[in-house]
């Protein structure tokens, strides 16, 4: 999509689903029960009510033009990570170029560190919620202490009125090192087909997305696993390449944020849903334009300092298609 304002013609047979990691969008209140000190109007980062509302506005306009070029359309379902609370969600669902959309949003609050959590909008006239659950993953650091991280997310609905499940993540991150942290993203991985299976249990023939921030790569362990032992395909495999990716960092692209689509979407149906094609939401204006890092993600922060873009993540997306 060269033009992100084009409006190509509405396929109405077809349906977008993306996942966006927001990078820290943090409401401007002080929470003493996590660790957000970073992200308010004093705070050495000055977030500050005027940073917010552009945030806002700019995510916003990102997520409405998710699939639009093939779709003609904004996207049914986004999953999002890095989510504070609720009135973000709400903020973000009110702000410009989301607000005429019929978007509502699944959110629970997780024992997370800092107060981060992963969420689901929706269009409700495109989708119906049939069941939502959370679940924890248990961790601990070395030291034996419990490691509180996000939750797994677990929605299932009626797309266009048929039967869908996402799960959606956000796995445990490398600060601490790759092979120190591998075990945690096994951990989860494990923790997401356990929700698989029971799922198959009442519906072997389930239509599932497992959708994220990974924080591992196509070719990891983990998700390897979840590919080799739960009937997933990763789309995801062939989109990455040295020169691209959702994450820049040193000079080096990853591929951390993916869909993985259970088998049932390629079954040939007049009726139902297939799959059709899963990319990278790459456009432009997503990008630094200049500079030593052209090309990668136009981030709200590098570290302290404030440069005003969207996130550090590019978002993803499928298509599905009648």
Same mark, same amino acid.
């Given at each position: 999509?060269?033009?992100?304002?084009?409006?190509?013609?509405?396929?109405?047979?077809?349906?977008? /689903?993306?996942?966006?990691?927001?990078?820290?969008?943090?409401?401007?209140?002080?929470?003493?029960?996590?660790?957000? @000190?970073?992200f308010l109007p004093m705070s050495s980062r000055r977030w500050t009510p005027k940073r917010?509302?552009?945030?806002?506005?700019?995510?916003?306009?990102?997520?409405?033009?998710?699939?639009?070029?093939?779709?003609?359309?904004?996207?049914?379902? $986004?999953?999002?990570?890095? $989510?504070?609370?609720?009135?973000?969600?709400?903020?973000?669902?009110?702000?410009?170029?989301?607000?005429?959309?019929?978007?509502?949003? $699944?959110?629970?609050?997780?024992?997370?560190?800092?107060?981060?959590? $992963?969420?689901?909008?929706?269009?409700?006239?495109?989708?119906?919620?049939?069941?939502?659950?959370?679940?924890?993953? !248990?961790?601990?650091?070395?030291?034996?202490?419990?490691?509180?991280?996000?939750? /797994?997310?677990?929605?299932?609905?009626? !797309?266009?009125?048929?039967? *869908?499940?996402?799960?959606?993540?956000?796995?445990?991150?490398?600060?601490?090192? !790759?092979?120190?942290?591998?075990?945690?993203?096994?951990?989860?991985?494990?923790?997401?087909?356990? *929700? /698989?299976?029971? *799922?198959?249990?009442?519906?072997?023939?389930?239509?599932?997305?497992?959708?994220? @921030?990974?924080?591992?790569?196509?070719?990891?362990?983990? *998700?390897?696993?979840?590919?080799?032992?739960?009937? !997933?395909?990763?789309?995801?495999?062939?989109?990455?390449?040295?020169?691209?990716?959702?994450?820049?960092?040193?000079?080096?692209?990853?591929?951390?944020?993916?869909?993985?689509?259970?088998?049932?979407?390629?079954?040939?149906?007049?009726?139902?849903?297939?799959?059709?094609?899963?990319?990278?939401?790459?456009?432009?204006?997503?990008k630094l334009f200049k500079g030593p890092f052209k090309g990668s993600p136009f981030r709200?922060?590098?570290g302290a300092k404030y440069k005003g873009g969207y996130s550090d993540h590019f978002p993803?997306?499928?298509?599905?298609?009648?």
């Amino acid at each position: 999509m060269s033009d992100p304002t084009d409006e190509p013609s509405v396929q109405h047979n077809m349906q977008t /689903i993306g996942f966006y990691n927001l990078e820290n969008l943090f409401d401007l209140k002080n929470n003493p029960n996590t660790n957000d @000190d970073d992200f308010l109007p004093m705070s050495s980062r000055r977030w500050t009510p005027k940073r917010y509302n552009n945030k806002l506005r700019k995510l916003g306009f990102a997520i409405a033009n998710i699939g639009r070029a093939e779709t003609g359309k904004h996207p049914a379902l $986004v999953g999002l990570a890095e $989510v504070e609370n609720a009135k973000v969600l709400k903020d973000l669902l009110d702000s410009e170029y989301l607000a005429t959309y019929s978007y509502d949003f $699944v959110h629970f609050d997780s024992l997370d560190e800092r107060g981060i959590d $992963v969420a689901l909008i929706y269009d409700t006239n495109i989708f119906d919620i049939l069941h939502t659950e959370t679940f924890g993953v !248990l961790l601990t650091d070395e030291d034996g202490t419990p490691d509180f991280t996000r939750d /797994i997310l677990l929605v299932s609905g009626l !797309l266009d009125g048929e039967k *869908i499940h996402l799960i959606i993540n956000h796995w445990s991150s490398r600060r601490e090192g !790759l092979e120190q942290t591998a075990p945690k993203r096994m951990a989860s991985a494990e923790r997401v087909g356990y *929700i /698989i299976s029971q *799922i198959r249990n009442s519906d072997e023939d389930a239509k599932i997305l497992v959708l994220g @921030d990974f924080n591992d790569e196509p070719k990891s362990e983990s *998700i390897r696993y979840l590919v080799n032992n739960y009937q !997933l395909y990763n789309p995801m495999e062939n989109l990455r390449s040295f020169k691209r990716g959702t994450v820049h960092f040193k000079r080096q692209w990853f591929l951390f944020d993916q869909i993985l689509v259970s088998t049932p979407f390629f079954k040939p149906s007049r009726t139902q849903f297939e799959f059709s094609k899963a990319d990278i939401f790459d456009e432009d204006f997503l990008k630094l334009f200049k500079g030593p890092f052209k090309g990668s993600p136009f981030r709200t922060y590098v570290g302290a300092k404030y440069k005003g873009g969207y996130s550090d993540h590019f978002p993803v997306y499928t298509i599905l298609k009648k």
